[in-house]
């Protein structure tokens, strides 16, 4: 089987390394891809975002299975494409991948669905003063989102209404995002603790994979700017138990939604979850967001964990059979601590030469996913504001993020960045 794996980051890494475990698997391409891709695949220099170059590259290499790694390809409906040309490819198409394109239909779906999320109200960039001031006089605190894609940055957690007018203010007004901010999600803040739940998908049937939380502040103890994600572990303590009542409410009703407005969903689909603890012990959860595809870095945490062949999930997932497969996780836990660039997320240096990649490599509990490298005069050097993932497994959380931060101390470069908290979530002991 030759395999196409589109993306550039963390998470297209570690498909690629998971995928290339697989017993039907031949040649695996990654487009583009970044230095450490090149270990498990040959990368091809097309963008991801590229659709007629990547088309015509999968027809050329007569591509048995192409794996889609970031949202911005499936918004533009790179799957639609490929199929149309006879082509497998493992994702959902345009008009199912707007349950991540477009905040507002995720909300209007799962409204339809009778998924439990957040109270809110959509605002459009037509309506009048008036008519806006009436929607914000009904909320205190409210989340302001763009409706389209931001690249993780369309969202304002405002605290109150002054915040909430300069939010809108930002997104219709001064057009931050551009055409992403047509329409403003506004919605009442929620309280607890985020995990994240992914499905394997295949428009009928929907597979739960293990759970996960992501870090997003640059610093320890969630301090400081958002970034694309500091670190990531799996499982999270705080679903556990949950697993049926979260398929039940979310995944079951979305996906015979999605079956009824003729764009069942087929992929991954991946809610970020909103959990609360009641008094009695009882947690409730909402549903904050959906995205369409594995997470970045919450996959480099997942996939070591992933016991069955993720090609062979994939096909099921396309075809249609997923019912029948047999998914299997492995014991135990994983944690991801991302490498980062100096002043990440703001302007940084590239091209700075990375140490120690080997020897972290070493320990056969610890697996090193590049994300922002690339090679240069036979040297990995950096690429990226977030340059690698450290993962480390174990039986336990706590082995786990030791082999982790083991595998973190072998690396070096200069002005390199990392977080000392990844995974203490879920010890217990708070950020
Ligand atoms: P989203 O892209 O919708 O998941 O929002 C990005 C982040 O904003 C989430 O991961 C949360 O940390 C935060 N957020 C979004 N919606 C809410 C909400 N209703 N209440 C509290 N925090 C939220
Ligand atoms: N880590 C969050 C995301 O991939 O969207």
Redesign the pocket.
Known sequence: MKVLVIGSGGREHALCWKISQGREVGKIYCAPGNAGTSEAAENVDVSAEDLKGLLKFALENKIDLTVVGPEVPLVMGIVDLFEKNGLRIFGPCKAAAMLEGS?AFAKEVMVSAGVPT?RFEILDESYSDKKIGEVVSRFDSA?V?ADGLAA?K??F?CRDKAEIWSAIDKIFSEKAFGGAGKKIVI?????GE?ASMLAFCDGKTAKLMVSSQDY?RIFDEDWGDNTGGMGAYAPAPVTEGLDAEIMKKVFVPVLAEMTRRGCPYKGVLYA?L?IKKGENGRRDFKV??FNARFGDPETQAMLPLLESDLAGVMEACIRGLLGSFDLKWKKGAACCVVLSSKGYPGKYKTGIEIFGLDAAKNDGNVAVFHAGTKEAGGKVVTNGGRVIGVTGTGLSIRVAIDNAYKGVSEISFEGMHFRKDIGRRALGKGA
Do not use: Q, R, W
């Open positions: 905040k957040a989340a989102k993780g369309g969202v957690i919605e009442e803040l929620l309280d985020e997003k970020g909103m904050l967001e």
